[in-house]
């Protein structure tokens, strides 16, 4: 299973990220995570980023690249699955990472995309803020680091959805609902990955399950509800 994790800052993608990669017995690569415990270990890396992760700016593409490709190659030489979080956050990475998988014979089978709206993104952020005192969780950078992803990353979903893999779950419910409904539709892909050409895959919007299995739907005037 190969799965890059798409999301905003606060959606979910570290937590569901390590429960799919320890679902499939495969290791959970967060370039976030990878950052951060080489500014914790003072290394030159870490010297080097501490700056853009402490403002909530992309480090360069270069080291953030560097660094996956030795965890890629890695992840090879033992099951060859992975799950990727935290890249691609723009399209030039999101190119260079598909040269790298085509290179190395592992692209990704799925693009998994949560869907968190911009206040409950927020709130997310502010609560893990007082839990955490992650640098990089300030009212101030938070803010920078929504915008970016805005700006920079929203925009690939499209080409992940062109390319027929994108899988979108609404990730505005407690975590277990995620998970469950996430490891459903990967276990079902799974099961055809391998024998359906890429060029016949299609995306998969399940956002819309939230309303068939139980959040409340808005009344509709006249329904009498
Ligand atoms: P979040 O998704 O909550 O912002 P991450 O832990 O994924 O948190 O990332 C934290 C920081 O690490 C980012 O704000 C950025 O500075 C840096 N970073 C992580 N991944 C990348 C990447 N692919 N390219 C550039 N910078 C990155």
């Known amino acids: 299973m190969r799965v890059l994790m798409l999301a905003a800052p606060g959606a979910g993608k570290g937590t569901q990220g390590g429960l799919i990669a320890e679902h499939f017995g495969v290791p959970h690569i967060a370039t976030g995570d990878l950052l951060r415990a080489h500014v914790a270990d003072g290394t030159d890396l870490g010297r080097q980023v501490k700056s853009f992760v402490d403002r909530g700016e992309l480090v360069p593409d270069a080291v953030v690249l560097d660094m996956v490709r030795e965890a890629l190659e890695e992840a090879r030489n033992d099951s060859g699955g ?63 680091r929504l915008a970016l992803y805005r700006e920079v990353t929203e925009p690939i979903l499209g080409w992940y959805e062109r390319r027929g893999i994108l899988v979108s779950v ?45 959040a409340a739907p808005e009344p509709q005037p006249g329904s009498g509800v």
Do not use: H, N, W
């Open 170 to 214: 609404a990730a505005e419910r407690a975590a277990e609902d995620v998970t469950r409904e996430v490891l459903v539709a990967l276990k079902v892909l799974q099961t055809v990955a391998g024998q359906v050409p890429d060029s016949d895959r299609r995306s998969i919007d399940l956002t819309g399950l939230d309303a068939a299995f139980g």
């Open 82 to 144: 992975y799950v990727l979080d935290g890249l691609p956050r723009t399209m030039e990475q999101a190119r260079a990472v598909y040269r790298m998988t085509v290179e190395l014979d592992m692209t990704a089978d799925v693009a998994l995309y949560l869907q968190v709206g911009q206040d409950e993104l927020v709130r997310r952020l502010l609560a893990r803020a007082q839990q955490e005192g992650r640098a990089d969780d300030t009212v101030e950078v938070i803010g920078r």
